[in-house]
């Protein structure tokens, strides 16, 4: 070995930095650690989807706040979108041995053998948003996404019915790579095909990323300078609609509807063209699920399954809403 | 292989060729740019095929929303054409552009000046490409494993500085200018990436630092030997490299009117690829700038085209993938005259 003194020295010292930043993280995070009989404080698992949507980032916000009125530790895990990566966050969970694992789930089957590994080692499992089929799941809090979706499609119906003279020709924004939004475009779809003479012009593919789902609108509209009505199924993909609207200046032309709010469709419904947006309440499945995964933790007895309500927020009520994006 | 180095020695010694006959320049130019005329003719036959299939591709309104939208890929891949040139290459772009578009927004609201915001983004962009330009030059890491580090750290300062959620973004109306103003219906964001294009352009091809750049990436020894600081030249192209997708990332911003830490998913990739396809060597030593400007625009009108001609958004991506690919074959093959027997 031909390491000189200084470069073998700095080596030692970089490699203790390293020790000392991770050393530092997970002394932030930790595992369950309790050792300590009867009085043992819970530790709760949360793997969520993602850290930049904001209906996540709420999520999380509100788990937290339940979790330290509660009393107990909330472990908090980001799997990126990725579905391998989610998995293997609840099997690190388990071989932790936290008390109850909160999952919000990417792919609502994928999920399941990681789920059923942590109901064989009896941790609760309480599946948040989308909803899974499983007998692994302990209790489902979920807003029923075909559901909502359905009913903003009877919203367009009535107001397409109402207000439009002409027939109505449809595009919509969505986000193929994210199941759930797959399952609110398809059932919007299905509901608004009930209007007569009511077209679809085309779906565009926003990837759940706001730029992308901007370039698709501003094509799409380019290529149906016709249409009168546009859907978005989540949160990017509406930032992105609402901004080509206002870049290709359709705000007298086209009427939007979607999913989630955002200060750009709040906006929106303000001016008046953005008609209808389904809002959920993201804090209350963070929350929820917190409280129920103590008292799972506990053997108490919690609902099979729990409903959380959405909201279609219009201009009567998108006041109540505005705190929320200042 | 010697027909590659003849083309890396004509593109290191283009100043000193005397001009003597135009005419022989201009074979010589036709014999170098082979896969700029390639990709042209590729991105050429596509718009005339977009154009017989959907009625609005070749419209005025279309093709400056499609300047509009590319605007961003233009301002990166002129600097992500400096940097492959060295043989490097920059994966950061990407979580720059958020890290920029997180913090501009961010930073308005904590209620700075439009003006004090804007320079700090790109100060701080501009740090960015200059910590990975140090760590690449002067420690002598792999630039792939330097920057696909920085990609992750500086998404993650991205994700700290918004908490995740989207932030609105109010600025003066310069600012907002930028992503959404025009004039004479031409889009600012446009002009701003043609200017900096042009620039580009000049860096590469007129000045010093240009043909230092490009014998970097063809034979860094001799460079070095003959007394170039080339660490130097390295890392300002990282620098520069960083404070450019910073200034995308404005562009971006204010475009969409909110900044937030998903934004540049996947940019970096779309704008290497368009400098690759452009002809421009991940080998280094070949530059190309007009090239990387047709690769930008090239992906851009297949995204555009196939949306006009609604095509089914399940099977888009298989088609986009299958025509770059075709374009990359087309373009090494046919027009560069390489034979498949020799390889």
Known sequence: MKISGGKMRAAIILMLGILLILGGCSSNKGGASGSDGNN??????????????????ESIRGAEEQAKKMGVKLVVQNPDNDPVKQSNQIENLVNQKVDAIIVDSIDTKGVIPAMKEAAN????????????????????????????????????????????KEPAKLGAVGALNSFIQVMRQNAFLDTVKQTPDLKVVTIVDGKNVQQTAMTAAENLMTGHPEMNIAFASGEPALIGLASAVKSQHKEKQLSVFGWDLSKQAIQGIEEGWVKAVVQQHPEKFGSEGVSAAVKLAKKQKVAKTINAPVTIVTKDNVDQFKHLFK | MPEEARRKIISVNTKSAPADKNSKIASQWLANNKQIIGILVVLVVL??????????????????????????????????????????????????????????????KAGLGSFEAFLIVLVIGAIAGLINGVVISYLSIPPFIVTLASMIYIQGLALLVTGGYSIGIEGSAW???????????????????????????????????????????????????????????????????????????????????????????????????AVVLGGTSLFGGIGTMLGSVFGVFLIGVIDNGLTLMNVSPYIIQIIQGSVLLLAVIVNTHVFSGKSLKRR
């Open chain 1, 40 to 57: 043992k404080q819970l530790t709760i698992g949360f793997v969520t989807i993602n850290q930049e949507a904001y209906f996540f980032t």
């Open chain 2, 47 to 108: 718009s005339l095929f977009f154009s017989v299939f959907s009625d609005s591709f070749a419209t005025t309104g279309n093709m400056l929303n499609m300047l509009q939208q590319l605007a961003a890929n233009l301002i990166v891949c002129v600097f992500m054409t400096l940097v492959i040139t060295t043989s490097g290459i920059d994966l950061s772009v990407g979580s720059i552009l958020s890290l920029a578009s997180a913090l501009i927004a961010v930073l308005l």
């Open chain 1, 121 to 164: 080692a009896n941790i609760p499992v309480i599946s948040i948003d989308a909803i899974v089929k499983s007998h692994a799941v302990s209790t489902q809090i979920g807003v029923d996404n075909a559901e909502s979706s359905k009913k903003l499609g009877e919203y367009v119906n009535k107001y397409v019915k109402e207000n439009m």
């Open chain 2, 175 to 273: 600012l907002n200018a930028i992503g959404q103003g025009r004039i004479v219906n031409i889009p600012v964001s446009a002009i701003i990436a043609i200017i900096i294009v042009i620039l580009g352009w000049s860096i590469l091809t007129q000045t010093r630092f240009g043909t230092y750049v490009i014998g970097i990436g063809s034979n860094e020894e001799s460079v070095r030997r003959s007394g170039v600081n080339i660490k130097k030249i390295k890392m300002l192209t990282y620098m520069f490299s960083g404070m450019a997708a910073s200034f995308a990332g404005i562009v971006l911003a204010t475009r969409l009117g909110s900044g937030s830490s998903n934004v540049g998913t996947g940019f970096e990739m779309e704008v290497i690829a």
